[in-house]
């Protein structure tokens, strides 16, 4: 709740206040003490009166889908309702107008609402950011009849969005490994040398002649080709290093790191994913977390947790994250190391390949 007082207004008021009170210790009478009276009592039964009203408001609001993707435009919709007999005069949009686009909508438009009367608004909505947050309404504005105060009250229904990153090359410039030295004995599942390998099965219409192995086809008497290896990658491995926030912080400064670390988290998994290589993915979903991706599948089963699955139940949990980013990998099996850092020390990367 925020209170925010009109230095003019008040100063007037209370000079109107000290002459009422002058002008009745001198000639009193009903008039002059009903002026008194009512100069004494219009902020605290301004007080009462917003109380009433944002205890019998109610409010909704959701997007049409729960899940959506930065950028990407959706349909917002809110509903207002006043419950109570007395009326809402001049009621005050408050909008999370730094995270979202609304573009029906604007932070100080003044709405009215009559006894036991509902309001509906739709309006299109883009989220700015990747993560997960509250979006829409964030607050309703209420004042006196003069403007000597106003207040910002919160709506006790917000909406949460769980916004993902789109998926770019944006890792594709720092994650360019093809390198012989990086090879660690990973196999491809859909990825195949070009050259036959040892393995052997039997002629299938389609084949090439240069696959087949003669010798093996004479002593068996059926024709016998060889089969490529399943091509060799060096093994990978990203460690998504989250920041340690408080799950109330949702500062511009916040948002704006934990988007661009989703995307560059979610693109390097999709550049392997894409050319069917394995990478493990170790990030903090609660508990720190191991995951495969080699596949399409296994990608968007990743992808559909990483926008609000990214955060520490503890402090173990964040130490032992802590623990893995400062020896980089070495509790793990040897290849290459892919750190990718939230919240980077000074002189540090957000992204840092080892090995």
């Not at 207002?80 to 005050?92: A, K």
């Not at 107008?97 to 009559?114: K, V």
């Not at 509902?118 to 004042?143: D, N, P, Q, T, W």
């Not at 990608?299 to 994250?321: L, P, R």
Request: charged share 25%; with cysteine.
């Amino acid at each position: 709740m925020k209170i925010r007082v009109n230095r003019k207004r008040f100063f007037l008021y209370l000079a109107a206040l000290a002459a009422g009170l002058v002008f009745a210790s001198f000639y009193g009478g009903p008039v002059v003490y009903a002026w008194l009276y009512a100069l004494l009592l219009l902020l605290p039964l301004s007080c009462g009166y917003i109380f009433l009203n944002y205890k019998f408001l109610r409010a909704f609001q959701e997007i049409e889908v729960h899940r959506v993707t930065r950028g990407e435009d959706h349909t917002f919709q809110a509903l207002l309702e006043n419950e109570g007999l007395l009326p809402i005069h001049r009621m005050r949009l408050m909008l999370f107008d730094e995270r979202c686009d609304i573009y029906e909508l604007r932070t100080g438009q003044e709405i009215s609402l009559g006894s036991f009367e509902k309001m509906e608004f739709h309006s299109g909505i883009s989220c700015r950011y990747a993560g997960s947050y509250c979006v829409g309404l964030k607050g309703l504005g209420f004042s006196d009849p003069f403007f000597i105060f106003s207040a910002e009250l919160p709506v006790l229904y917000t909406f949460r969005a769980v916004v993902s990153p789109p998926v770019t090359d944006l890792a594709d410039a720092v994650l360019d490994l093809e390198n012989p030295l990086n090879s660690r004995g990973l196999k491809s599942r859909n990825l195949f040398e070009d050259t036959p390998g040892s393995d052997m099965r039997a002629y299938m219409r389609g084949d090439s002649p240069s696959s087949v192995n003669w010798k093996v086809s004479a002593r068996l008497g059926e024709l016998t080709v060889r089969v490529p290896d399943r091509m060799e990658k060096r093994r990978v491995t990203i460690l998504a290093i989250a920041a340690k926030v408080p799950e109330d912080r949702m500062d511009i400064g916040f948002l704006s790191r934990r988007d661009y670390f989703l995307e560059m988290f979610v693109s390097a998994a999709w550049h392997f994913a894409e050319q069917g290589l394995p990478v493990k993915l170790i990030y903090p979903a609660g508990k720190v977390c191991e995951t495969l991706v080699d596949s399409y599948r296994s990608f968007m089963a990743f992808y559909a947790a990483a926008a609000d699955g990214i955060f520490y139940s503890s402090e173990e949990e964040f130490a032992k994250m802590e623990d893995l980013a400062n020896g980089r990998g070495s509790m793990y099996d040897e290849g290459t190391w892919i750190l990718i850092r939230e919240d980077p020390e000074p002189g540090e990367d957000r992204v840092t390949v080892c090995g």
